[in-house]
């Protein structure tokens, strides 16, 4: 979900479980949606893209699902690990030729051992 | 691996003076940008940079600001006259050719202005 000020949304997760992460995006033009993956000290890591002519993208162990209808986005891990604890950022293109990303607040992950 | 390398991780400077953020990509990319994330806070577009133009920039990309790509490899981000607002981590990204490709950032450099 989104954040308030400098407080981001937290999920904690067993390892094993399943997590679902969301994102409410602001602009019913944009095309182009990119789920990143935020660990400290470094910077946003490519997990999973979708086009807005989709609804559902599978990756290894991630899936993203699109509702263009609410405008909402969401990263789903399957089987979590202790290494998929980050901050998980979606980005959104606004589409009509422009290339640059608009990022969502974040959601940190932690998963408990 | 990020398929950008970026220079210098941290960067302290008083403010007022001039700074220049470096970043080289490892393959040959063609479009660039750089971003900044305020500590807390989530990543803001700056500016796209495509065939030695920019192609987009934001309302934070003011006067203050320029980007180049001096040599054919090195993309740099230049800060003239730098204030207590621009302390943050500022991130470079490529994106390879082809409309629906995802942009690969760097692991970013901290500017810290005093």
């Known amino acids: 979900g989104e954040s308030v000020g400098l407080h981001l949304p937290t999920l904690s997760v067993q390892e094993g479980d399943n997590s679902i992460i969301n994102c409410a995006y602001s602009?019913?033009?944009?095309?182009?949606f990119i789920w990143y993956k935020q660990e400290s000290g470094k910077g946003p890591q490519f997990i999973i893209d979708?086009?807005?002519?989709?609804d559902k993208r599978q990756g290894q162990r991630v899936t993203v699902l699109l509702n263009k209808t609410v405008k909402h986005l969401s990263l789903q891990i399957a089987a979590t690990q202790p290494g998929d604890s980050a901050v998980y950022f979606c980005?959104?293109?606004?589409?009509?030729?422009?290339?640059?990303?608009?990022f969502g607040k974040g959601t940190k992950l932690s998963v408990i051992p | 691996e990020p398929e950008v390398t970026q220079t210098p991780s941290h960067q302290v400077t008083q403010m007022g003076q001039e700074v220049i953020l470096r970043c080289v990509p490892i393959?040959?990319?063609?479009?660039f940008y750089w971003y900044r994330q305020i500590l807390g806070q989530k990543v803001e577009f700056l500016v796209s940079?495509?065939?030695?133009?920019?192609?987009?920039k934001s309302e934070i990309f003011d006067d203050q600001f320029s980007v180049e790509r001096p040599d054919g490899s090195n993309f740099t981000l230049k800060i003239r006259s730098t204030k207590l607002e621009d302390s943050a981590m500022y991130f470079c990204?490529?994106?390879?050719?082809?409309?629906?490709?995802?942009?690969?950032f760097g692991d970013g450099t901290r500017l810290s202005i005093l």
């Open positions: 980005a959104e293109r606004p589409g009509a030729g422009s290339y640059q990303l608009t």
């Open positions: 979708i086009r807005s002519n989709m």
């Open positions: 602009n019913s033009a944009s095309d182009y």
């Open positions: 940079f495509y065939n030695n133009e920019i192609s987009e």
């Open positions: 393959s040959n990319h063609l479009y």
């Open positions: 990204a490529v994106r390879p050719t082809g409309r629906n490709q995802p942009q690969h």
